[in-house]
C-alpha cells in the first residue's frame, strides 16, 4: 500500500484535531504555570502521543564515586511528565546496566498502577534458552510490583533468522502467546532493525501470532533514506497501516543528529516557526501520522522533556508544503552526510600523515554552516569552488588530505565512534576531485 501524500495529510490533520478534543490525556494538575498548555494529543484512547524512553536516565555519582541513577532526577522527570499526560514510559532488562527497569519503578510506582503503561522487553540476546527468558519476564514483573505488563516486546529483531532461534526455535513465544492469553500481557508485539526480507516475515506471521504493536525506526530521514540494516520507514509503516496495527516510533532524531542542522536548513525552518526548536519538527514528523501510538523520546534533562512537552500539548500536524520540505532537507542531508568525527584524535598520528581530524572537521563545518559547493547550477559556483578548494588547503596542507589515503584501517582500531575513517576519506575526497574536475 502506497498512501497519497495529500490524503495522508487530510487524515492526519483530522486526527491532530481530535486528538485536542476531550479525549486527550490530561492529568488532575493542569499545571499550567510551567508555560506548558493543552492537552497531549492521542491517536489511540488512553496512550499519550509522547512516550517517555527510558535508556538514559540522569545519572550522579555516589557516596564512593560510582556513576548511579539519580533516582531524584528521575522522579522529577516523571512526575512533570505524568501531569502533561505522558503515560507510556518504555524500558529494557538490560538498559543501564540492567538498571533502569529499576529507577523507572521506583520512579512510577508512586503513581496508582492504572495511571501508567509499562513497555518492557524480553532482551535474550546472548542464547539465554527458555528457562532465563521466562526468568527475565517474570523479573519484570517483580520489579515493577505488577501482575501484568501493558506492551511486551520481543527485543530488537535483526533476521527472520534471529526471530525463529530466540523465540520460536526456544519455545518461548508459546509461553509469551499463553501470558497474553491470560492477560499478564495486555499487548504483545517486537522492536525490530533488519532488512526488508525479516521484516517482510514478521508481518507474515501476522496472521499466526497477531502482533498488537510494532516499534520501529522513523523519522524524516530514515523515511527514504535508511542506512545499514534498517529498512525504509516509509515502507515499515505503509505495510503496518495495511495491517491496522499501531506503530511505536524509536529513534525520532535519529541518535540525536536531527535536533541540529545545517545553518541554511536550520535558517529555513526557523523561518516558519522560529520559537520552535528544530527537534520539535522531527517529532510534528512522526506525530502527524495517524497509525501511530506514541513517539519515544529519551528526554535525559528536563530541558529536552519541556521542549518535547511544547511541540506535543501544542500539536500541530505538518502542512503538505512542510512535509516537501522535511524530504528537500532529508535528500540534501544524505547527498552531504556528516562524518560523525568528534575531534578526539584517538585515530592520530596516521602513519601516512593524513590529517583524519583535521580533514573531517573542515567538511563537517562546511556541510553545518553552508559553504560546501553543490555544482555548476549554483549560482556562482566558479567563485564557490576556488574559495572553497582554497580554504581546504590553508586548513588541510596538501601533502596531508584525503587523497593520499591507502585505506590501511590502522585508524579504524582506535576510533571510539566506529566511524569507516577510509571510507569517509575517500568520500570527502571524491567529492573535492568532483568539484575540481566540474
Not at 564515586?65 to 499526560?85: R, T, Y
Not at 532461534?165 to 500481557?185: P, Q, V, Y
Request: aromatic share 10%; hydrophobic share 35%; net charge negative.
Amino acid at each position: 500500500m502506497s498512501m497519497d501524500r495529500r490524503d495522508f495529510l487530510k487524515t492526519s490533520a483530522i486526527a491532530g484535531l481530535a486528538a485536542c478534543l476531550p479525549g486527550s490525556v490530561k492529568a488532575d494538575n493542569d499545571n499550567t504555570t510551567d508555560g506548558i498548555g493543552g492537552a497531549m494529543p492521542q491517536h489511540y484512547p488512553g496512550v499519550g502521543l509522547l512516550g517517555y524512553g527510558c535508556m538514559r536516565w540522569p545519572m550522579t555519582k555516589d557516596d564512593k564515586g560510582k556513576d548511579v541513577i539519580d533516582q531524584e532526577a528521575v522522579n522529577a522527570l516523571v512526575d512533570k511528565a505524568m501531569a502533561h499526560g505522558v503515560n507510556y514510559f518504555d524500558t529494557s532488562p538490560v538498559y543501564l546496566q540492567g538498571d533502569s527497569e529499576r529507577a523507572t519503578a521506583v520512579a512510577l510506582n508512586r503513581y496508582p498502577r492504572e495511571s501508567w503503561l509499562l513497555a518492557t522487553k524480553l532482551s535474550n540476546f546472548a542464547n539465554a534458552g527458555y528457562k532465563n527468558s521466562v526468568k527475565m519476564y517474570q523479573r519484570s514483573l517483580e520489579i515493577f510490583n505488577t501482575d501484568h505488563i501493558d506492551y511486551y516486546l520481543l527485543h530488537s529483531i535483526g533476521s527472520a533468522n534471529d526471530f525463529k532461534s530466540r523465540f520460536e526455535n526456544t519455545g518461548i513465544l508459546d509461553f509469551l502467546l499463553k501470558e497474553r492469553e491470560a492477560g499478564r500481557i495486555r499487548n504483545l508485539g517486537f522492536s525490530i532493525h533488519s532488512q526488508k526480507d525479516g521484516f517482510d516475515t514478521m508481518m507474515a506471521l501476522h496472521e499466526r501470532y497477531h502482533w498488537d504493536f510494532v516499534q520501529i525506526q522513523m523519522n524524516y530521514l530514515d523515511w527514504t533514506h535508511a542506512g545499514g540494516r534498517n529498512t525504509d520507514a516509509k515502507y515499515l509503516y505503509e505495510q503496518l497501516a495495511a495491517r491496522d496495527i499501531p506503530v511505536v516510533i524509536m529513534e525520532p532524531l535519529r541518535g540525536g543528529s536531527l535536533s541540529t542542522l545545517p545553518k541554511l536548513q536550520a535558517e529555513r525552518l526557523k523561518a516558519i516557526e522560529p520559537d520552535r526548536s528544530i527537534a520539535s519538527w522531527a517529532f510534528r514528523f512522526c506525530g502527524s501520522f495517524p497509525k501511530v501510538l506514541t513517539v519515544l523520546s529519551g528526554m535525559t534533562y528536563m530541558d529536552h522533556l519541556d521542549d518535547n512537552l511544547k511541540t506535543f500539548c501544542d500539536f500541530k500536524p505538518l502542512t503538505d508544503s512542510e512535509f516537501e520540505l522535511l524530504e528537500e532537507i532529508a535528500d540534501n542531508r544524505m547527498q552531504f552526510p556528516l562524518t560523525g568525527c568528534t575531534g578526539c584524535q584517538y585515530c592520530m598520528p596516521c602513519p601516512y600523515g593524513i590529517n583524519i581530524p583535521g580533514i573531517f572537521k573542515f567538511y563537517d563545518n562546511s556541510v553545518l554552516e553552508g559553504t560546501y559547493v553543490i555544482g555548476p547550477e549554483q549560482k556562482g559556483f566558479a567563485r564557490k569552488r576556488r574559495r572553497y578548494l582554497a580554504e581546504y588547503d590553508k586548513a588541510v596542507e596538501s601533502v596531508r588530505q584525503a587523497d593520499h589515503c591507502i585505506s590501511c584501517g590502522r585508524c579504524m582500531k582506535a576510533c571510539p565512534q566506529h566511524i569507516r575513517i577510509p571510507v569517509e576519506l575517500e568520500r570527502i575526497n571524491n567529492y573535492i576531485e568532483e568539484i575540481k574536475q566540474a
